[in-house]
């Protein structure tokens, strides 16, 4: 069983910045990639970027490229996503997920979610 729990959401203005971060325990070496979601009221859970725990590639969603980066402590089994320039329509709560097979930004293809971090981005 594989645990995770996020951390680091809060309140930010627009153009700020936040640093989630995902803590991984269990069975950790039985996973393909991680992945950062995010939803927002009303709406469906979408995926923001994905690191490779094979090769360390990553995958962006085009609303993520040029101002996320995902990133992963091997040492710590720590994910981050490092968050810049945010909008208010960053706003919702943000979920790490491992997958035990494949790479990619599909929540369906994610086993094990953690609880996750609400992200508000307003003046």
């Known amino acids: 069983q594989v645990q995770l729990v996020e951390s680091g959401g809060g309140v930010v203005q627009p153009g700020g910045s936040l640093r989630l971060s995902c803590a991984i325990s269990?069975?950790?070496?039985?996973?393909?990639?991680i992945g950062w979601f995010r939803q927002a009221p009303g709406k469906e859970r979408e995926g923001v970027a994905c690191i490779s725990t094979r090769d360390g590639n990553t995958y962006y969603a085009v609303s993520a490229e040029g101002r996320f980066t995902i990133s992963r402590d091997n040492t710590e089994n720590i994910s981050y996503l490092q968050m810049m320039s945010l909008r208010p329509e960053d706003t919702a709560v943000y979920y790490c997920?491992?997958?035990?097979?494949?790479?990619?930004?599909?929540?369906?293809?994610?086993?094990?979610w953690g609880q996750g971090t609400q992200v508000t981005v307003s003046s």
């Open positions: 997920a491992v997958t035990v097979m494949g790479f990619g930004i599909s929540a369906r293809h994610y086993d094990y």
């Open positions: 269990g069975a950790t070496s039985d996973y393909s990639a």
